[in-house]
């Protein structure tokens, strides 16, 4: 890394070397003098334009993870897996936004709705969509948001997005909803 920049502060004084040589008549001089006397050389604007790129590179990145947050916090339901009451890994990314957010903003509350199919008895199906539900806030919590920002509230198997009978249908009712108060 030192060595190549060396080797390019190297190349450009000695293309700045070729340019004086070369010159021979006071035309040419003349018209070099202005960026001398601005005091900035081929070096001074190699650097300022590197640091611009950078700036532009950190804009570039400040403006993209603003567009994934965005879109994460527009994520509002997680789906889980038959029985099973921890989120899917998949999910860590939005949720973890979701959690920068209400740490963030202390004065924002949201409550967390607990799902699950209709297979199961209606006492398990709301346990199940309880822990559900408390599985996101734990882990809200963990990543900044504070318990008392968070509500949490079991349907069961009581409100179902689908009301078909497959699995598919079975799917889209294991869930728990971000509800933004």
């Known amino acids: 890394m030192q060595i190549l920049k060396i080797t390019k502060s190297a190349l450009l004084i000695l293309t700045l ?24 050389s081929g070096i001074d604007a190699t650097t300022r334009r590197s640091q611009e790129l950078e700036a532009e590179a950190r804009a570039r990145a400040a403006a993209a993870e603003e567009r994934m947050m965005q879109a994460a916090l527009n994520t509002t339901v997680f789906y889980f897996d038959f029985d099973v009451a921890e989120f899917r890994p998949a ?54 948001a504070a318990r008392s920002q968070i509500e949490t509230v079991s349907y069961g198997e009581e409100q179902p997005e689908d009301r078909g009978q497959g699995e598919a249908s079975h799917q889209r009712n294991r869930r728990v909803v971000i509800d933004s108060e």
């Open 17 to 40: 070397f070729g340019v004086v040589a070369c010159s021979s008549t006071s035309d040419e001089v003349d018209s070099a003098a202005p960026v001398a006397a601005a005091g900035e």
């Open 91 to 144: 999910d860590r990314d939005i949720l973890t936004f979701h959690a920068r957010e209400l740490a963030t903003n202390r004065n924002k509350s949201i409550r967390l709705e607990g799902h699950a199919d209709e297979r199961g008895t209606r006492e398990y199906n709301i346990a199940l969509g309880e822990r559900r539900a408390s599985s996101v806030m734990n882990y809200l919590i963990v990543n900044g």
